[in-house]
């Protein structure tokens, strides 16, 4: 796919599904692909294969390839696939060249989580890690510290279609924004549906969700809203959800893909837990918490249960 192409996809949804696990524990590909397809099947526009939301760091390499291969498959052509990357310069160069072969149309590279990672060395990894790729690159930037010059070097970077930008340093990109090449990267918030308004009201356009698993109708209509300049129906569409997004910041984002597989399974898929050090399941109260929320948001037309489920339910 071509980097303009990609930008374009950028300025949308960038979902990205869970991954299931069958009840050893090992990565479901056939479920996995479902999921995949469903999240395609409701429009959205750029589809991230084991992104953080699909555990990429409870993966092993081998994994992340069979996820990978299980989202291409699911989608169908239906919207571009964002073969996520990472680890060691290496290692990520590995797994893109791989992610071409499979048929991915572009990467996202986990930003580095080395505890000794200086800010404009992790630049670099990205830079030289886009030198090397075959396919468009969009590279995750979620740690502070980065000076105005470090990202607009990012951006400007030739094969880099965007920048996930997933920190809440607003003045950091109210400023790169302008400073960078105008057809450089695409900045996208990387922090979900909550922090869309703010950021495309410093110039960012896209945003990422792991809503789009349950109700990416909710998602399409922030995105409608905000491409629409319409600030007030996106503020009341995030209002809405709010409680759910609330829900998954509990024990410091560890429940964030919880919360999130707990849905999809309510909704009639059993994807499994989530790999530890991530919370593997809610307990009974947040459980119960969170099937109240989906029975309203159900009840209002937002999410869709599959038919065997609500068969359980109308005999029940």
Not at 4 to 12: S, V
Not at 31 to 40: D, E, H, L, S
Not at 273 to 294: K, S
Request: hydrophobic share 45%.
């Amino acid at each position: 796919m071509s980097i303009a192409i990609m930008r374009k996809a950028l300025t949308g949804v960038s979902g990205v599904p869970v991954t299931a696990y069958d009840g050893k524990g090992e990565v479901e590909p056939r479920i996995t692909a479902q999921v995949y397809g469903r999240v395609a099947a409701a429009g959205i526009h750029n589809i991230v294969a084991a992104g953080n939301t699909g555990e990429f760091y409870a993966l092993t390499p081998q994994e992340i390839r069979i996820v990978h291969e299980a989202a291409v498959s699911g989608v169908d052509g239906r919207a571009p696939v964002t073969a996520a990357i990472g680890r060691s310069l290496r290692e990520a160069i590995g797994m893109a060249r791989d992610a071409a072969a499979i048929g991915a149309s572009a990467v996202m590279s986990h930003q580095p989580v080395d505890p000794f990672a200086a800010p404009s060395a992790q630049i670099d990894y990205f830079c030289n890690l886009a030198d090397a790729c075959a396919l468009p690159l969009i590279a995750y930037v979620r740690a502070d510290g980065f000076a105005v010059a470090d990202i607009v070097r990012l951006a400007n970077h030739g094969n880099i279609a965007g920048i996930k930008f997933a920190t809440t340093d607003l003045m950091l990109l109210s400023r790169a924004i302008p400073a960078a090449d105008p057809n450089g990267a695409l900045f996208v918030c990387g922090l979900a549906e909550s922090w869309a308004p703010t950021f495309t009201a410093a110039g960012a356009r896209g945003f990422t969700s792991g809503l789009v698993n349950i109700a990416p109708k909710l998602s399409l209509a922030v995105h409608d809203a905000l491409e629409n300049g319409d600030f007030g129906r996106a503020r009341a569409i995030v209002n809405k959800l709010e409680p759910f997004e609330r829900m998954r910041t509990k024990f410091r984002n560890g429940a964030n893909v919880t919360v999130v597989k707990e849905a999809v399974t309510y909704a009639g898929l059993d994807v499994g837990p989530v790999r530890v050090p991530g919370l593997p399941r809610l307990d009974q109260h947040d459980r119960e918490q969170l099937h109240r929320l989906l029975e309203g948001w159900e009840a209002d037309g937002d999410i869709r249960s599959d038919p065997g489920r609500q068969d359980a339910k109308a005999a029940g």
